[in-house]
């Protein structure tokens, strides 16, 4: 796998979150809002469940609201962190067969966030490509916008973990 390519400034998303399928909601922790500035998204009560991969103080949620928290960086994993993305979605998918609303989020909730849903979504069956398509098309056209976790999609999680994994 090769290194993530630098990106040019990427704009805050417009919601703090968006439906990307039923019960399965990818976002962020900062957003623009109506007034046009920035404003921090605070989960309260409104997901069973939220996979948070960048945790910031005071963005959430309340007490008794099932959370779990990974924090990983932007860039290259190494194959314990993907282990924990994979660990992750599925608990994402579990939780989705209970009829359980969740919330996966990063800082923008683009990449990885995006990671997570995407892999959500292939353990029910979407091809990655289709994944993507998906996500950018509910969240942003700057979903998904590291090239190296579309790497890790298309090869699938399993595999690219045993790679990184025999490079380390």
Not at 58 to 77: A, F, N, Q, R, S
Request: charged share 25%.
């Amino acid at each position: 796998m090769r290194a993530r390519r630098k990106q040019p400034d990427v704009p805050a998303p417009d919601s703090p979150w968006n439906e990307i399928v039923p019960g399965l909601w990818m976002g962020g922790h900062e957003y623009v809002g109506r007034s046009g500035e920035r404003e921090f998204a605070v989960v309260h009560d409104e997901f069973d469940l939220v996979l948070t991969l960048l945790r910031l103080p005071g963005h959430g949620p309340d007490t008794g609201v099932e959370h779990h928290v990974w924090p990983i960086p932007d860039g290259p994993l190494d194959g314990t962190q993907l282990a924990g993305v994979i660990r992750l979605a599925r608990t994402a998918r579990e939780a989705l067969d209970d009829d359980r609303r969740v919330l996966v989020r990063c800082y923008h909730g683009y990449n990885r966030s995006g990671l997570v849903v995407a892999h959500a979504l292939a353990l029910a069956g979407y091809p990655a490509d289709e994944g993507i398509r998906l996500i950018r098309s509910r969240r942003s056209p700057w979903a998904l916008h590291n090239e190296l976790f579309v790497e890790y999609l298309e090869t699938g999680l399993a595999t690219a973990r045993l790679l990184e994994e025999l490079t380390e």
